[in-house]
């Protein structure tokens, strides 16, 4: 439901919605359980780095860094991710 708020708004409330809803939302993403969540989540969030070029780029990185770095989910998410690009 957000990734679909995101675009059919985001023309107008992009810095909005990436400040106030998708960073403080996102930004615990790295303590989700739901391997399936996470990856649909961090889905999410490079599309919006690789169709934006806001002020708020290294904060989606940093979650996405997070991630990354969790023990407990670092092998798939990394594979996931050199798929990805």
Do not use: R
Request: hydrophobic share 45%; with cysteine.
């Amino acid at each position: 439901m957000l990734e679909q708020t995101y675009s059919s708004t985001k023309e107008i409330y992009e810095s909005e919605l990436i400040e106030h809803i998708i960073i403080p939302h996102f930004s615990q993403l790295q303590t989700e359980d739901d391997q399936d969540i996470q990856l649909i989540s961090l889905d999410f969030l490079i599309g919006i780095l690789v169709e934006t070029h806001s002020k708020f780029f290294p904060a989606i990185v940093e979650v996405l860094v997070n991630c990354i770095c969790n023990p407990s989910h670092a092998g798939y998410l990394f594979i996931y991710l050199l798929i990805c690009f």
